[in-house]
């Protein structure tokens, strides 16, 4: 009843019919695959909940209802999206498990779809890497690949980037990034030092004209560096010490009023008080609230938030709260190369890498 409630938003009934074939395979995923690993503490983090359901059917309304793809393809697309090529990120699974599981399961979830959508639908869903070099899209207004497209912004685009977006792995990777972009959501790429989280998203934003302001965290970054403070400037006409205080705003508010792309590095670094501050961003009201100033900031269309953080296994630094697992599009895990992981609630997107080869 809830999932019809849900596709009942959508502007057409032919959301409804995929109310069955979602609740198919959540109930066989939470039986065969969970329920026969039940023994293993692992598999309880994988149980499918209301929630993630809830987020499997937005991105099939959000994404299936623009009519550039058919609602079998978005189906599948969510499905990945919502968990599966997240299975071994941040939890004690092997690649090996979690290869095996992804297979088990896309294959159930290609059973599910009617014979005469299954090949128009398959496109960048089981093998990601087939023929993805000739899928880029770069024409007036957007950049992407297919059938993944992000409206272009307003920054000149440079005719040389100095980075190779079709390289094998960069391109899956890249199209993975753009899956997620497809809901209004934050996202959060996690992966070992080096493996070109940065660079990736850095790339993205230059070949699709949109300003990227990087900001490092650490265990002493302020909300009030975020967002912005009162502080000393100089004015002949406030007396004889020539001082008085003016407000000046913080790095993360001057990109949001401006629209832009920000890159929030080391983000699990980030103390309590930072997260919580930047929530109001990361949820549905896509607003925040600045105190001192008595005013409330909408995101933008344009403004967009990336995070990265190195994977918890190697460096001490702290988990990322569970307050962030219910706010954002989640992503990268890799060992040479890069990944993406995403989630909505704990709507997971994920891609693992090792070396150049698909795990």
């Not at 809830?2 to 995923?29: H, T």
């Not at 499997?56 to 550039?68: C, Q, V």
Request: aromatic residues 10%.
């Amino acid at each position: 009843m809830v999932l019809k409630l849900a596709f009942e938003r959508g502007s057409d009934s032919i959301f409804l019919q995929l109310c069955n074939p979602m609740l198919s395979y959540v109930e066989w995923f939470n039986d065969t695959v969970c329920g026969e690993k039940s023994s293993s503490r692992i598999w309880s983090d994988f149980v499918l909940s209301l929630r993630d359901i809830l987020g499997w059917a937005n991105f099939i309304i959000d994404y299936g209802g623009l009519g550039t793809v058919g609602i079998w393809s978005a189906f599948l697309h969510g499905a990945s999206l919502m968990h599966l090529d997240g299975l071994c990120l941040g939890t004690g699974l092997s690649s090996d498990d979690a290869k095996n599981t992804r297979s088990k399961a896309k294959f159930y979830l290609i059973g599910l779809v009617p014979d005469k959508f299954r090949e128009e639908s398959l496109v960048g869903f089981v093998d990601e890497s087939f023929d993805i070099e000739k899928s880029f899209i770069t024409s007036q207004g957007v950049f992407g690949i297919k059938p993944f497209l992000i409206r272009t912004g307003n920054e000149p685009i440079p005719s040389s980037l100095n980075f190779n977006l079709k390289a094998p792995t960069t391109c899956v990777n890249l199209r993975r990034v753009l899956r997620a972009m497809q809901l209004k959501k934050p996202i959060l790429l996690e992966g070992s030092p080096g493996v070109g989280k940065t660079s990736l998203i850095s790339a993205l934003a230059r070949v699709s004209g949109h300003n990227l302001v990087r900001i490092n965290l650490s265990e002493q970054t302020d909300i009030s560096d975020l967002m912005g403070s009162d502080l000393p400037v100089v004015d002949e006409s406030a007396g004889a010490d020539g001082s008085m205080f003016s407000w000046c705003d913080g790095v993360f508010l001057k990109a949001l009023k401006r629209g832009d792309w920000v890159l929030l590095d080391e983000l699990n670094l980030a103390s309590q008080t930072v997260l919580e501050g930047l929530n109001s961003c990361f949820d549905h009201r896509a607003q925040v609230f600045v105190p001192e100033l008595g005013q409330t900031f909408d995101c933008p269309d344009s403004f967009r938030v990336f995070a990265a953080q190195n994977p918890l296994a190697q460096v001490r630094n702290m988990k990322l709260r569970f307050l962030l697992n219910d706010r954002c599009l989640i992503s990268f895990h890799c060992i040479r190369a890069v990944v993406v992981k995403a989630y909505q609630s704990r709507f997971l997107i994920a891609l693992r890498k090792s070396m150049w080869t698909l795990c």
